[in-house]
């Protein structure tokens, strides 16, 4: 795990075209992810960005011998104050591994050692019980179902884990 570069975009553009239909049921925005005008490239030095001034701590996801793209993983502070939402993908290679739960320890523990942060959320799609249980996994807890701001048709789960 560590923060993404401009010169991973050339295999995370990869790894996102392998997973395309496995992430798309549930996180379409990861592969839909593009912004007129913004290059892969430009993303990742957009998530580099952000890490160095804190708006968000965006991570690659990498297999140690080969280096190949397993996923991402980030802690976005938008979920208001004491608080930030944890996200994560896995490629579809990489699925059903514990690389998620893994990832998310690690992000838990990483959030909860910044003074001011006492509680992590996990924002997910009602019908992923796949992404469901690495909270469950991780002692999160059931908070709320709220529609998708993307896509009101879909409910989305809110899992929460407060400071111990």
Known sequence: MRPWRRSDASALATALAESEAHLREF????????????????????HAADF???A???YGLFANESGAILGQCGLYPRVGPGALELGYWVAKHAAGQGIA???SEALVRLAFSVDGIERVEI???????ASIRVGQRLGFVFER???????????????TLARR
């Open 27 to 46: 996180i379409p925005w990861v592969v839909d992810g593009r912004v007129p005008g913004q290059s892969l490239e430009d993303r990742l030095a957009q």
């Open 52 to 54: 160095a001034t804190g």
């Open 56 to 58: 968000a701590w965006v």
């Open 101 to 103: 739960t893994e990832a």
């Open 123 to 129: 924002h997910c799609d009602s019908r992923n019980v």
């Open 145 to 159: 179902t709220v529609p998708d701001a993307r896509n009101p048709d879909v409910l989305i789960e809110v899992w």
